[in-house]
C-alpha cells in the first residue's frame, strides 16, 4: 500500500511507500501479536503488544517489518486505535496480492513477533487542530476507515481538550455492507455520542439501514460545513481518507478551484493504492 497526503492549505505532499525484502531499521520497535481476528471478509485486524516506546498521533501509520515464515518485507498500515492505548497498538489489514498483507492474513497469529516504526503527517492532534474546532467532517472509503476511526475516537476520547467540538460527522462507503467495518462499534457510539452522527454507503449492493446506496459526493460533505459568513473557517476540519479516485474527485470536489464548492474549512486527505 502506497500514500499520498496533503491539505489544501500546504499542497506539499510527503510519499513513503513500501518495498519487498526491506528490512527492520534501528529505529523500529519489536511488537507480538496477540490477537487476530476477522473484521470483514476481506479485513482482518491484528491487536499487537509493542515491547519498547512509541509515538504516534491518531491518524498516523506504521511501517510492518515481517522476517519470517519466508517472508522478509515491509508493508504500511494506518493505525485504528488511539495513542492512550499504548503499549496496545491494532492495524486492520486488507486482503492483497502484498506478500504482508497475506501474512497477515495467512500467517498472523498471537505470539509472532514483528517490527513497526510509527509515522506519517495525516493525523489528528487534539493540541493542534483541535484547537478552536467546532465542526469534525470524517470521511472514509473503504479500508480508508482505519485513520479515521483512530481521529473518531481520539477527537471523543478528549472532549475535555475540545471544549468547542459541538459535532463530529463520519461519511463511510464502502462496495458492500459487509465490508463497513467497526460499523458496529460505530453505530455503538452514536447511541451514547449526541455530537457523532454517521453515513454509511454502499455502491454495489442495497445497505442495511441505516445506510444508503451511492457514492458519498462533494455535495454531501458541503452540507455538514455552516456557510455562515461570521463563522471561522478555522472552526471546521474535513479529513478524507480513501482510493485515489474518490480522494481526488472529493478535494477537487471541495476546493477553491473552477468547478469547486470553495467549502470554508480546512481540509486533510490522504489516498491510498
Known amino acids: 500500500m502506497r500514500r499520498v497526503c496533503g491539505s489544501l492549505r500546504s499542497l506539499g505532499r510527503g510519499l513513503r511507500g513500501s518495498a519487498h525484502g526491506l528490512r527492520a531499521p534501528a529505529d523500529a520497535v519489536r511488537a507480538e501479536v496477540v490477537e487476530a481476528k476477522a473484521l470483514t471478509p476481506t479485513i482482518r485486524e491484528l491487536r499487537l503488544r509493542l515491547e519498547e516506546k512509541?509515538?504516534?498521533?491518531a491518524g498516523n501509520w506504521v511501517d510492518f517489518f515481517i522476517d519470517q515464515d519466508g517472508v522478509t518485507a515491509v508493508g504500511g498500515y494506518s493505525m485504528s486505535s488511539i495513542p492512550s492505548e499504548l503499549p496496545m497498538l491494532n492495524l486492520a489489514v486488507k486482503l492483497s496480492r502484498?506478500?504482508?498483507?497475506?501474512?497477515c492474513h495467512e500467517k498472523a497469529q498471537p505470539g509472532k513477533q514483528v517490527k513497526v516504526r510509527p509515522g506519517g503527517s495525516f493525523s489528528f492532534d487534539p493540541t493542534v487542530e483541535g484547537q478552536g474546532l467546532k465542526n469534525l467532517v470524517l470521511v472514509a472509503g473503504g479500508i480508508g476507515i482505519n485513520p479515521l476511526y483512530s481521529i473518531l475516537q481520539e477527537a471523543l476520547h478528549h472532549r475535555h481538550r475540545l471544549p468547542s467540538l459541538q459535532r463530529v460527522s463520519l461519511l463511510y462507503s464502502a462496495s458492500?455492507?459487509?465490508e463497513l467495518?467497526?460499523?458496529?462499534?460505530?453505530?455503538?457510539?452514536?447511541?451514547s455520542e449526541p455530537?457523532?452522527?454517521?453515513?454509511f454507503r454502499t455502491t454495489?449492493?442495497?445497505?442495511?439501514?441505516?445506510?444508503?446506496h451511492g457514492r458519498i459526493t462533494a455535495e454531501d460533505v458541503a452540507a455538514l460545513i455552516p456557510r455562515d459568513p461570521a463563522e471561522d473557517p478555522s472552526g471546521s476540519l474535513v479529513y478524507i481518507c480513501g482510493p485515489p479516485k474518490m480522494t481526488d474527485g472529493l478535494v477537487e470536489g471541495l476546493g477553491p478551484g473552477p468547478t469547486g464548492l470553495s467549502i470554508p474549512a480546512q481540509l486533510k486527505y490522504e489516498k491510498w493504492w
Open 195 to 199: 455530537r457523532l452522527s454517521l453515513d
Open 176 to 178: 458492500v455492507p459487509a
Open 204 to 212: 454495489r449492493e442495497s445497505p442495511e439501514p441505516p445506510g444508503k
Open 181 to 191: 467495518a467497526f460499523r458496529a462499534q460505530l453505530l455503538q457510539l452514536a447511541a
Open 98 to 103: 502484498h506478500p504482508p498483507a497475506v501474512w
Open 54 to 57: 512509541v509515538e504516534f498521533k
